[in-house]
């Protein structure tokens, strides 16, 4: 099979495109890859920076969408199943292994290429929004980052799970746009957020940090909830403690992956409740650019640039 090595640690350029053997495995899941999820952890583990950090060379890759070539007896998944998983690693492949309870079957209704791109973002959004943001029927949720992979799906798990307003922050109008069309009831621009939006916020959603950090705090009204997901802008924020006493506001983080991965059952717990907002497409993953797999390079060079809306994606 082709595969994707990151054979050494100087960034997406230097991944190489190789043939390996065909997985094989008795308790595993083997999944004909039809369409991989690119993010921020595949591109920080091209220069060593991720927490993940299997030994050289690797074939990186979290998430994909595929159909089953072989399943455990007893799995609940069979020969010719179409589904979403989360392998963890080694999924930039045509074939690829991964555990039973982190392989779900796919709606018809949802193509490959949403299928690789629901299970990281969306998940991570639900996590956010309902177990550490305790989202409520009626509140008004802040999205940075509005555009991109896990903006979108944040603003549409907003939505589905009972936000009565959903604001994206967007760097451009042509960005605000997608974000509008992802399902946010309006956007405003970066710059000059604060003062554009007021302090009506119950819950900020954040993967960008950086300088925003602040500001996004004094948009929250009493008892709001900025949830830290990630650090795109680069720069991680500092916050003086007394801001949150003061207005009895909250900060928390948001790691997914240290939470659910040591709870077998949680991830499939979530699938159950986000799968009926799958299938009447109340949750729409926004597909963003699309290359082959012996363009990986590309495709994470386009995250590292901040030029993708919606989720990157290799197809085999």
């Given at each position: 099979?082709?595969?994707i090595?990151?054979?050494?640690?100087?960034?997406?350029e230097a991944?190489?495109?190789?043939?390996?053997?065909?997985?094989?495995s008795?308790d595993?899941?083997v999944?004909?890859?039809?369409?991989?999820?690119?993010?921020f952890?595949?591109?920080?583990?091209?220069?060593?920076?991720?927490?993940?950090?299997?030994?050289?060379?690797?074939?990186p890759?979290?998430?994909?969408?595929?159909?089953?070539?072989?399943?455990?007896?007893?799995?609940?998944?069979?020969v010719?199943?179409?589904?979403?998983?989360?392998?963890?690693?080694?999924?930039?492949?045509?074939?690829v292994?991964?555990?039973?309870?982190?392989?779900?079957?796919?709606?018809?209704?949802?193509?490959?290429?949403?299928?690789a791109?629901?299970l990281f973002?969306?998940?991570?959004?639900?996590?956010?929004?309902?177990?550490?943001?305790?989202?409520r029927?009626?509140?008004?949720?802040?999205v940075?980052?509005?555009?991109?992979?896990?903006g979108?799906?944040?603003?549409q798990?907003?939505?589905?799970f009972g936000?009565g307003?959903?604001?994206?922050?967007?760097?451009?109008?042509?960005?605000?746009e997608?974000?509008v069309?992802a399902?946010?009831?309006?956007?405003v621009?970066?710059?000059?957020?604060?003062?554009?939006?007021?302090?009506?916020?119950?819950?900020?959603?954040?993967?960008?940090?950086?300088?925003r950090?602040?500001?996004?705090?004094?948009?929250?009204?009493?008892h709001?909830?900025?949830?830290?997901?990630g650090?795109?802008?680069?720069?991680?924020?500092?916050?003086?403690?007394?801001?949150?006493?003061?207005?009895?506001?909250?900060?928390?983080g948001?790691?997914?992956?240290?939470?659910?991965?040591?709870?077998?059952?949680y991830?499939?717990?979530?699938?159950?409740?986000?799968?009926p907002h799958?299938r009447?497409?109340?949750l729409?993953p926004?597909?963003g650019?699309?290359?082959?797999?012996?363009?990986?390079?590309?495709?994470?060079?386009?995250?590292?640039?901040r030029k993708?809306?919606g989720?990157?994606?290799?197809?085999?």
């Amino acid at each position: 099979m082709r595969a994707i090595h990151i054979s050494s640690l100087d960034g997406p350029e230097a991944t190489e495109l190789v043939e390996l053997p065909d997985p094989s495995s008795a308790d595993q899941v083997v999944i004909d890859v039809k369409a991989i999820g690119v993010a921020f952890p595949e591109l920080l583990q091209t220069r060593g920076l991720y927490q993940i950090k299997p030994e050289l060379p690797f074939v990186p890759g979290a998430e994909v969408a595929g159909v089953v070539a072989s399943a455990p007896e007893g799995s609940g998944l069979a020969v010719g199943d179409r589904v979403a998983s989360l392998p963890m690693v080694g999924g930039f492949a045509e074939k690829v292994l991964a555990q039973p309870h982190l392989t779900f079957k796919l709606p018809d209704e949802v193509s490959f290429e949403e299928g690789a791109s629901f299970l990281f973002n969306y998940g991570t959004s639900h996590f956010a929004l309902v177990e550490r943001g305790h989202l409520r029927e009626g509140e008004t949720v802040l999205v940075h980052g509005a555009s991109g992979g896990i903006g979108t799906s944040a603003i549409q798990v907003a939505k589905a799970f009972g936000a009565g307003r959903v604001i994206g922050v967007t760097s451009t109008e042509e960005k605000g746009e997608i974000a509008v069309a992802a399902g946010a009831d309006e956007y405003v621009l970066a710059d000059g957020f604060k003062d554009a939006v007021g302090r009506c916020v119950d819950i900020v959603v954040d993967p960008v940090g950086g300088d925003r950090f602040t500001d996004s705090l004094r948009t929250l009204r009493e008892h709001g909830r900025l949830l830290v997901i990630g650090f795109t802008a680069g720069d991680i924020p500092t916050v003086k403690v007394n801001r949150l006493l003061l207005n009895n506001i909250s900060v928390s983080g948001v790691g997914w992956g240290a939470y659910a991965l040591p709870r077998p059952d949680y991830i499939g717990t979530q699938w159950a409740a986000m799968e009926p907002h799958l299938r009447r497409g109340a949750l729409k993953p926004i597909v963003g650019p699309s290359f082959g797999l012996e363009r990986a390079a590309e495709a994470l060079q386009c995250l590292e640039q901040r030029k993708a809306t919606g989720k990157v994606v290799l197809t085999t």
